[in-house]
């Protein structure tokens, strides 16, 4: 439907489906878009679009707003979503540790995967407390900010840490580090340590306790992170998260052995 995804087609992609799932991902990036709207922004025309819409529609994966002519995701793509986390293992592995963790930590939990040169998290427990950092499932972020992003950038391999190390490098506020040689040492450390300590370099105000996850073949596959505001961060509630960060990412890996 557009340039990006037109350089990945093989002989085998069927362009229609390969559309419609555009349609999909666009909807729940930015719920609320028009046909107009998700035609433009997808490089389609706006009669493709309304087709593919109104099968989506049909087979209740989307749901039209009758007054604002937005669409939503629906119930079928709740359901399939849901299964996804059920049957992908590491989720099913990590939630239960990820639960014990918010509860002892009483702070957010974030388990972090890498998808290209961006990171997204595929799950989450949410602090008890009234003031909590902003969390949602399928949130993308850049892998030369945050803790997990750091986590997953320091073990990458060297392809991927190159092509972030190269650039652009966004800066979110006045602690986002934008000097690649800076942040080569830091994902240095990382290794070096095990653990990362994120203040304030996506989220201003924010820390992230993070350390990596491993699987079978002791590859580094997801991050876990402890994150809050800085002020309930002190010295001895770091150390508590660190420590127990590291021991968690420790039981997880060794559940997916």
């Known amino acids: 439907m557009n340039e990006a995804h037109d350089k990945h087609r093989t002989p085998y992609t069927v362009a229609s489906v390969e559309a419609g799932i555009a349609l999909l991902e666009a909807i729940a990036e930015e719920p609320g878009l028009g ?12 009669s493709q679009s309304f087709r593919l819409l109104h099968t989506l529609e049909q087979r209740g994966y989307v749901i039209k707003d009758e007054v604002t002519h937005g669409y939503r995701l629906g119930y079928r793509a709740l359901f399939i979503g849901e ?5 992908t293992n590491l989720i099913v592995r990590a939630q239960p540790f990820l ?3 918010a509860t002892r930590s009483r702070e957010n939990v974030h388990l972090i995967a890498r998808e290209g040169l961006r990171s997204v998290c595929v799950a989450l427990c ?6 909590r950092l902003y969390a949602q499932i399928g949130r993308r972020g850049p892998l030369h900010a945050g803790g997990g992003s750091k986590v997953l950038l320091a073990y990458a391999d060297a392809a991927v840490r190159s092509a972030v190390l190269a650039g652009p490098l966004e800066r979110f506020n006045d602690d986002t580090i934008t000097d690649p040689a800076r ?9 070096r340590d095990g653990y990362h300590v994120a203040l ?3 989220d201003e105000n924010a820390f992230a306790v993070s350390a990596p996850i491993r699987d079978h073949r002791d590859e580094v596959v997801a991050a876990l992170s402890i994150a809050g505001p800085t002020y309930r961060l002190s010295d001895e509630s770091l150390e508590r998260h660190r420590a ?7 039981r997880i890996s060794e ?3």
């Open 35 to 46: 046909v107009t709207a998700l035609a433009r922004r997808l490089g389609g025309s706006k």
């Open 99 to 101: 639960e014990e963790l």
């Open 126 to 131: 949410e602090s008890p407390q009234n003031l």
């Open 200 to 202: 304030g370099d996506v």
């Open 255 to 257: 559940a997916l052995r």
């Open 244 to 250: 127990d960060v590291l021991d968690t990412a420790r």
């Open 83 to 87: 299964r996804a986390s059920r049957q």
């Open 183 to 191: 942040l080569e040492i830091i994902l240095d450390g990382i290794v």
